[in-house]
Nanobody, 126 residues
Framework: QVQLVESGGGLVQAGGSLRLSCAASEPIFSSYTMAWFRQAPGKEREFVAAISWSGGTSSTYYADFVKGRFTMSRDSAKNTVYLGMNSLKPEDTAVYYC?????????????????WGQGTQVTVSS
């Protein structure tokens, strides 16, 4: 059973930066797609970014609303993926979740991910 643990959330002013981390309990990156989702109060969980591996090459995917501001990366030696967030806006306020899917093809559908972390709160003040 893969376990995911997020960290790095917090309170930041608009325009600021944060880096979220997601540590996996075992080395899964070569065969799993890792993703970040977020959920704001009263809203559905939405896709933020994903990273997958195929043929020794990693690819990243981003939701349109974070392109150019957020960067997803990985450190295989630490079994950890990261979400670097710059130019944060108040509308980025949400609980951010790390997710894993045992397939190399990413998807934006949260129902296709079988493993989830507990979430980390990101609050951006105006």
């Amino acid at each position: 059973q893969v376990q995911l643990v997020e960290s790095g959330g917090g309170l930041v002013q608009a325009g600021g930066s944060l880096r979220l981390s997601c540590a996996a309990s075992e080395p899964i990156f070569s065969s799993y797609t890792m993703a970040w989702f977020r959920q704001a109060p009263g809203k559905e969980r939405e896709f933020v970014a994903a990273i997958s591996w195929s043929g020794g090459t990693s690819s990243t995917y981003y939701a349109d609303f974070v392109k150019g501001r957020f960067t997803m990366s990985r450190d295989s030696a630490k079994n950890t993926v990261y979400l670097g967030m710059n130019s944060l806006k108040p509308e980025d306020t949400a609980v951010y979740y790390c997710a894993a899917r045992s397939a190399s093809l990413p998807t934006q559908s949260p129902g296709r991910y079988g493993y989830w972390g507990q979430g980390t709160q990101v609050t951006v003040s105006s």
